[in-house]
């Protein structure tokens, strides 16, 4: 089961580009696992920009899984997997 969020976040990349951890809602969560990523394809001919995602395992007080999305910019929180 999933749950939608559509949050912005703010992520901290490591040195190779790849999420190490995200803030949601005032909270630290560190990446344990990048599980996969994938681009969402868009009508780029009409301006419209790619969104890069990447489902993580991230860790607070417990470990959850996690689908963050990145849009020009702007990270998002986009789905928290139960």
Do not use: C
């Amino acid at each position: 089961m999933s749950k939608l969020i559509g949050e912005p976040i703010k992520v901290h990349l490591d040195k190779d580009s790849i999420p190490a951890a995200f803030i949601w809602r005032k909270r630290l969560y560190r990446v344990v696992e990048v599980i996969g990523w994938w681009r969402e394809p868009s009508e780029w001919w009409r301006g419209k920009a790619v969104r890069f995602f990447v489902r993580v395992n991230a860790q607070n007080t417990s470990i959850g899984t996690y689908e963050l999305y990145r849009l020009g910019e702007a990270w998002f929180l986009h789905r928290a997997f139960d």
